[in-house]
Each structure stands twice: as C-alpha cells, then as structure tokens.
C-alpha cells in the first residue's frame, strides 16, 4: 500500500501520500470507541424514555457514519477551500445561533437547538470550527496588510459570538471559544501581558456568571461542598470508575447506565470506567492526546501563519472539550453538558467535531511540491515578536 502510493498519482493518492495518517487513524479509532460505548450505554436510556431499545444505536451509527465521510471529504481540500467553506459556514451558523434565540427548542432552560428531521441541531457547534479557521485568516491577513483591520473584525466577531452565547445562555461553549480566540492571540504574537489579562477576565467572567446565572452556581456549590445539593449523577459516575476497577465488569454489565440519564451522552466515559475499566479509559485518553500533541508537532514545522493559527485554534478546542466531559465525569471540575468527541451520543457534536478534524487534516496536510519546513513556525514566531 506504501510503495503503491508512492507512483500513484489520483487525488486519492496525492491525499493519502500527504495526509497525517496517525491522526486520521486515531480519528477512526475514537468512532470505533463510539459505537462500542453507544452499544453498551444507550438500550437502558431508550427503554427508559419509552423508546425502542435501538433507537439511540440507529441515531448515532447513521451521525458517526457520516461523520466518517466528513472526516475524510474535509480533509482532502485546498487550505482556500477550508477558508471559503468556513466563511461560508461561520455566516449560516452564526445567522441559525440568533435563529435559536427565536425559534429554538428550549431545554433545561436553554435555547440552543433548531428542530430538523431526526435531530436536533446546536449551531454554535458548528460554529466553533469555522470560528477557529476565520480568526486565524484574520489575524494573518492584518500581518500581510497594515490597512486591513484583521484584529479589529476579530475581536468584533468574537464579541457577537459573546453576546449570542449569552443570551442562549451556553456558558460551556463560551468558554471554549474564548479559550480558543486566546490561544489564537497568544499564537499570533500578542504580548504575554495582554493574554495574562485576557485569561483574567475570563476568569472574572465566570465569577460573574456565578452570580447571574442560577445553573452555574448550582453545579459550582455542589462541587464544592460535597454535602450541599443533589450530587446523585456525579456520586454515581464515580462508584462506577470504582466498580470497573481495572479491566472493567465486562461488555453489558455496567450498571451506571440503568441509573444516569445522561450515561449516553455527558456520562459515557462512566460507562467505559465500569464495563472496560481503567485499561480502556487511559487507552482513549491516549488517543485524544496522540491527535493534540501530533498535529501541535506538525505545527512546529510548518511555515504558512494561517495554518499555524488557525489549526491551534481547532486542535485547542478538540482537546478541551473532551478535558472538560472526561474531567467532569471524574469530579475534577464542575459538571458541565458537554459531549466526549465522537464517543457521546449527538448528530451535532460528532458532525461538528467531524468537520474541525477534517480541517485540521487539510491545512496540515503537505502541499503538493512544498514538504514541511524543518523549524517554520518558531523562526515565523519570533520574527514577529521581534517586529
């Protein structure tokens, strides 16, 4: 298959020669962990709703089937193509994120779906990664051009993203996104001090949201004091890390997923600590971080500042949101309703999730006749701190 490669000159050929086939493989593998997971955590949920037992199973074989082909279409085009597609993508989803402040479906008090035909679709998913790809060009194009206001638009459409993600309220994915725009900053050669500051209010934000927002204040007293409040979801999670020990009870005989309503979803990673143990859960830990800390090494060696921003941008918000669902589930930090990429059940997140991955293949994959440059980024970085 290497060797036939090497001579084969198709697009598919040129892709597969050129494409990171360690991350694309890691890819596969965590929708292969998807399917195992929503085989042993969904059945006990749809029966418990009232559903057919494989209603969850039939859903989510048909998002991550999907979501396979979006990996793979994504990731064969041009860097302009993934930047139209974001420009594109960033408009119809920022236009649909204020659609759910209208029409959308308000659960648990939030409004951030739009009903469609066999799903629910959260724009500000999608958002996310077309986000990350756009502020990346932006930030370039103000370093090609001393005229062009790339900062200023960046900020701006940040700001709009606050404002909208506020008012759903989705306290989760902004944070995400700010965690994104300040890597992107902190890339691009903005000062130390001015990031030290930027995570500061971030900070202060989230104080702030302690004291404005109900939900977040909630989930933030129960975490900690262990005493006060309803901890029945968290309690739970952890004995069943505890009763999985350290190769699991084996595939079906978990029982966290009788008891959590959300052991498909936000609790999966439960699910995988009882039935397949500790063994299973490191091994998907690795995973996750064998795609992070692969492509930030591509990123050392690339000269192009677009791909080099705009790809930290997506890695920062791939590997956070899975610490964020996997830490939670651990009690390390506060609750928080967010999906393990590829692994917990949702249309929305695992074609979301999909599309980042496709796109960070894309702008790291080698351009035809330019290999990857020994030491590009850090030579780029420092020239432009030192301008």
């Not at 085989?39 to 074989?61: C, D, H």
């Not at 993934?82 to 994120?97: D, K, P, Q």
């Amino acid at each position: 298959m290497a060797g036939s490669s090497r001579t084969d000159d198709s697009p598919f050929g040129r892709w597969w020669r050129n494409v990171d086939r360690t991350t694309l493989i890691c890819t596969f593998i965590l929708i292969g962990f998807g399917y195992i997971l929503m085989l042993a955590a969904s059945p006990a949920v749809a029966v418990r709703i009232g559903a057919s037992r494989n209603m969850f199973i039939f859903k989510q074989v048909l998002f991550l089937g999907i979501a396979g082909v979006i990996v793979v279409g994504i990731s064969m085009l041009s860097r302009k193509a993934v930047l139209r597609l974001s420009m594109i993508g960033g408009v119809l989803m920022l236009g649909a994120t204020a659609l759910t402040l209208v029409h959308g479906i308000e659960i648990k008090g939030a409004r951030r779906w739009i009903a469609l035909p066999m799903m629910s679709l959260q724009p500000s998913e999608f958002l996310k990664p077309c986000f990350a790809v756009v502020t990346g060009w932006l930030l370039t194009q103000r370093r090609v051009s001393r005229y062009f206001p790339g900062m200023l638009i960046a900020f701006a459409l940040y700001g709009l993203i606050v404002l909208l993600l506020k008012s759903q309220p989705d306290i989760g994915m902004l944070t995400v996104i700010t965690a994104v725009f300040l890597v992107q900053l902190f890339v691009d050669g903005l000062n130390l001090i001015l990031v030290a500051l930027g995570f500061g209010g971030m900070i202060a934000a989230g104080i702030a949201a302690f004291f404005i927002f109900p939900h977040v204040r909630s989930r933030v007293e129960r975490f900690m004091h262990p005493g006060v409040g309803d901890h029945y979801q968290i309690d739970t999670a952890l004995r069943a890390f505890g009763n999985g020990g350290l190769l699991g009870r084996g595939p079906g005989e978990g029982r966290v997923k009788d008891l959590l309503p959300d052991a498909h979803a936000d609790f999966v990673f439960a699910v995988a600590g009882e039935e397949y143990g500790m063994v299973v859960c490191m091994l998907i830990i690795c995973v996750f971080g064998v795609i992070v800390v692969r492509t930030l090494l591509r990123l050392i060696r690339e000269d192009d500042p677009f791909v080099v921003i705009a790809t930290s941008g997506l890695v920062t918000g791939f590997g956070l949101q899975a610490f964020v669902n996997m830490a939670s589930s651990l009690h390390l930090i506060p609750t928080k309703g967010m999906t393990l990429p590829f692994i917990s059940y949702g249309g929305s997140s695992a074609m979301s999730v999909a599309l980042a991955i496709g796109m960070v293949l894309a702008l790291t994959r080698q351009q035809q006749g330019r290999p990857l440059a020994g030491n590009g980024f850090v030579t780029t970085l420092r020239q432009w701190r030192s301008a």
